[in-house]
């Protein structure tokens, strides 16, 4: 008897909170997940629910920034010159970018692809060892290992010659890491603050929204953008399986609307405005390209990032080789490639065999029949866990940045992504990614088509999960 007053307990637990998850208007396939997860597991759907099922947040933003907003998205005068150069494709593009990411398009000077961590930590470090204004550094991991440990001690020696220096994460990213290890930063002066900051409960039911951008400015002139964190396991080690990503090094006027990106973050987390124009510095001239921030969030109704990439498949003319560590596609995705490969362009999916969700390479692989038979080529990378989240675009242009496509990167995660019509960056990126389907293994459609029932029951039991991860 008090079992079945407990089952029904549940059930009206769970058709309370129904009501809740309709009003919350996520999309269909995302809505039914929910409630037959909550119908079905009346208790610990609803609790998981709460801790997970939240999708958007409100916050407080910059008054430079809504100001902005309410503003058209008219390029500057380096950017609105240089768009005018490229043919009428190309600026359609850029000005549906602009409006879907309520950015102005704005230009970068010779941006440098940094390969690998070996290649970007030095980088970074050269960098900050020249600070003579502020070092503002955004990770979603930093690792308590002799890389995180190096890097801490950068920032503390800067902070000593009287650098200004924040540093935000994310504390779910920085899980393991305590906040103790940051203490010798503050105590020499610098500032530290996770995303979530203040009393931990108010922020409980946003335990599953993550700050996942990876933005790294200095003295307001250089910054690095990409998917890099801070940790030993970026360069492999031992037994430790390498790391393959990229992370690209900007200057010119691009550098205001980063440190914008950074300002409001930290103004979310801590409340400090950071309007100081020494913060934003008139960026040295040079050889200029176009350039669009990707900048997403669940702050962000848009969901700016999924259309961006829609954007791209849609104008691709020649060639879209999209690299990322997690496929986790919705419909949308999944069509808007389907049908820029329909159309002849060679539209190539790198995907990594090992990572640290394995899960997420069953239900990603789920999607692949879907693909190739439209002609998406797709490769599963196997000399390692790569981490890289970048497109090839047509011939000279380029993004990069901290996205995955997947569900938690389109609409959970704040992200950044950066597009640049670059030769040189594009050329570099061109040869990675050639190097890497060189070490990865091509999928067929055969071995989909054909597959074992155990296997195509797991993935066909995965694959609804998709948006709510």
């Known amino acids: 008897m008090k079992t079945s007053w407990i089952l029904l307990a549940g059930y009206a637990l769970s058709l309370a909170v129904i009501p809740h998850v309709l009003l919350a208007k996520k999309r269909p396939g995302a809505t039914l997940a929910w ?41 500057s005068a380096t950017a609105a010159a240089l768009l005018a150069g490229e043919a009428p494709g190309r600026q359609h593009l850029l000005r549906s970018l602009a409006a879907i990411n309520e950015v102005p398009v704005s230009s970068a000077c010779s941006p440098q692809l940094l390969i690998d961590a070996t290649a970007f930590y030095p980088a970074l470090e050269e960098a900050i060892r020249g600070a ?31 650098v200004e220096v924040r540093l935000l994460l994310d504390q779910m990213g920085c899980l393991h890491t305590r906040t103790a290890f940051f203490e010798p930063l503050r105590a020499a002066g610098g500032k530290f603050s996770w995303f979530y900051s203040g009393p931990y409960h108010r922020h409980l039911r946003f335990v599953n929204l993550r700050n996942h951008r990876k933005l790294q400015i200095i003295d307001g002139t250089v910054a690095f953008v990409g998917g890099m964190n801070i940790g030993e396991e970026h360069l492999g080690s031992g037994e430790s399986p390498s790391w393959r990503d990229a992370q690209i090094e900007l200057r010119g006027e691009i550098l205001g609307q980063l440190q914008e990106c950074f300002a409001t973050d930290w103004f979310f987390a801590t409340g400090e405005e950071l309007r100081d124009r020494a913060y934003y510095p008139a960026c040295a001239g040079g050889e200029s390209g176009l350039a669009q921030v990707v900048a997403g969030g669940p702050d962000l109704p848009r969901e700016p990032v999924a259309k961006s990439l829609v954007a791209l498949c849609t104008a691709a003319e020649r060639r879209l080789w999209l690299a990322t560590g997690y496929f986790c596609p919705d419909n949308l995705i999944v069509s808007a490639l389907q049908i820029c490969a329909a159309r002849g362009v060679d539209v190539r ?22 693909l190739l038979r439209f002609g998406v080529r797709v490769y599963e990378y196997s000399a390692g866990i790569n981490h890289t989240k970048a497109i090839l675009f047509d011939d000279d242009w380029l993004m990069v940045g901290s996205a995955n496509s997947d569900h938690r990167s389109m609409r959970l995660n704040f992200e950044l992504n950066v597009l640049l019509h670059s030769a040189p960056a594009a050329a570099q990126l061109e040869a990675m990614m050639t190097e ?15 597959l074992p029932l155990p296997r195509r029951l797991l993935e066909a039991a995965l694959r609804p999960l998709a948006p709510m991860l």
């Not at 003579?132 to 010659?161: M, N």
């Open 132 to 162: 003579r204004s502020h070092v503002h550094v955004e990770f979603y991991v930093w690792k308590e290992d002799a890389v995180g440990r190096r890097f801490l001690d950068l920032l503390i020696a800067a902070c000593q010659r009287g």
């Open 35 to 75: 409630v037959w997860f909550i119908l079905l597991v009346p208790y610990l759907g609803v609790l998981l629910y709460f801790a997970l099922g939240t999708d958007r947040l409100r916050r407080r933003r910059l008054r430079q920034a809504e100001a902005r907003q309410r503003q058209n998205t008219t390029p």
């Open 436 to 450: 890497d389907f060189a070490a990865s293994t091509e999928m067929h459609l055969r071995e989909f088509t054909d």
């Open 349 to 370: 999916l790198l995907v990594s065999e090992k990572n640290d969700h394995p899960y997420l390479v069953r239900i990603g692989r789920s999607f692949y029949a879907d």
